[in-house]
């Protein structure tokens, strides 16, 4: 435990953990609400963006009242393992900070940056054993890169997320700058193997979502030529998969953007998770 607060009548957690995937100490938050002792609450994840790190929207995501009303669980990691040892780029979006939720298989990155099979697998088991989440209930979301990851991660397991939502996500890292670097960088030049980390391509290829919720502001620098937001749409309408992907007027990338949302987010995926 690295620190505890109250917060809406419930605890907001900082802690941190050895990982296995990374090799390194991990760091996320959870945040708890207050719950009758005994009951397991479901649990909604949430994945950074570049740069950032469990703290971002832990501190000005502003989800606490709407977890505490509605019940849920909120956990938020890091976005790539961190320390002296680990490997590093000189450019923001590649290295510490930018771990994309892949498993790289590149040297030297190949080493600390499995954050595919950290998210998707140890931290769940962490948390399950840890914290009184009910498995059975989970949803995802995320921003920007981690609205990326958490794409990726509900189409890749299909079944596992009963909601699944987006902040300005990087839909398509096959079509963007950010993508294209990491990718390469990551996994290798071979571009078939980068569709598994594409929500786009995955969706193409046949995965589908069950429900899903995106807000993208129209004043985001980053729309025209890394998120691509219209490509996502095309990819839905092409597999006729519902999907509520909403622009939003005058909004930009920031957390005053996230901010803004998030509690239609929480309370749209307590709709889906206690429903």
Same mark, same amino acid.
């Given at each position: ?8 009548? +419930?605890?907001? %957690? ?8 990374? /090799?390194?100490?991990?760091?996320? *938050?959870? =945040?708890? #609400? ?111 890169? +981690?609205?990326? %990851? ?8 299909? /079944?596992?997320?009963?909601?699944? *939502?987006? =902040?300005? #996500? ?106």
């Amino acid at each position: 435990t690295v620190s505890t607060n109250k917060a809406h009548g +419930g605890v907001q %957690g900082v802690y941190s953990h050895t990982s296995a995937a990374t /090799g390194t100490p991990m760091t996320f *938050s959870v =945040f708890v #609400p207050d719950h009758t002792p005994g009951t397991r609450l479901p649990v909604l994840w949430y994945l950074s963006g570049l740069t950032c790190t469990h703290a971002n929207v832990t501190e000005k995501g502003e989800y606490r009242q709407a977890c505490a009303e509605h019940g849920i669980i909120f956990v938020a990691p890091d976005t790539s393992p961190r320390g002296d040892d680990v490997p590093d780029d000189e450019g923001y979006d590649f290295g510490k900070g930018a771990g994309f939720y892949v498993d790289a298989t590149q040297d030297p990155w190949a080493a600390n940056f499995q954050m595919r099979r950290y998210i998707e697998d140890e931290l769940p088991a962490l948390v399950a054993e840890q914290f009184p989440v009910d498995m059975a209930r989970q949803g995802i979301t995320g921003h920007s890169m +981690g609205g990326h %990851g958490a794409l990726t991660i509900a189409l890749r397991n299909q /079944g596992r997320f009963r909601s699944v *939502s987006a =902040f300005a #996500p990087i839909v398509s890292p096959l079509n963007c700058p950010w993508g294209e670097k990491a990718l390469t960088g990551y996994i290798g030049p071979d571009r078939a193997t980068w569709r598994e980390y594409d929500a786009c391509a995955l969706i193409d290829d046949g995965a589908r979502l069950p429900n899903l919720l995106v807000d993208q502001g129209t004043a985001d620098g980053f729309l025209a030529d890394q998120l691509k937001t219209q490509l996502l749409v095309e990819a839905a309408q092409r597999a006729d998969m519902p999907a509520l992907i909403r622009m939003q007027e005058g909004y930009d990338h920031s957390y005053y953007f996230i901010s803004t949302f998030m509690l239609e987010h929480v309370v749209w995926h307590a709709q889906r998770l206690n429903g």
